[in-house]
């Protein structure tokens, strides 16, 4: 699935992943491939994308929000 990351100041990842770990403001969200369209506010954690070859990369934020959407997740960050 895509994944992408940004801020208002810059683009933190984007690119192709695995898995998504997310602070969701009502609990921690996991995301996988085909994952049901979901939209959810965000709140201060970290965000944990484990790309195709296994490698896990972390985001902190301090909130958002987040749009799961055709195998395309988009993360608008504070």
């Keep these: 699935m895509k ?5 208002p100041e810059a683009t933190l990842f984007e690119g192709d ?3 998504v770990f997310l602070p969701g403001s009502d609990g ?5 491939n085909n994952h049901a369209p979901l ?6 954690g970290t ?7 296994g490698k896990e990369h972390r ?6 929000t987040v749009e799961v959407f ?3 997740v988009t993360i608008l960050a504070e």
């Design 28 to 32: 921690s969200l996991g995301v996988l």
């Design 3 to 7: 994944v992408e990351i940004i801020t």
């Design 17 to 19: 992943g695995s898995f």
């Design 59 to 64: 985001f902190d934020v301090k909130g958002g």
């Design 70 to 72: 055709n195998n395309k």
């Design 39 to 44: 939209i959810s506010s965000l709140k201060k």
């Design 47 to 53: 965000v944990r994308v484990k790309d195709n070859a």
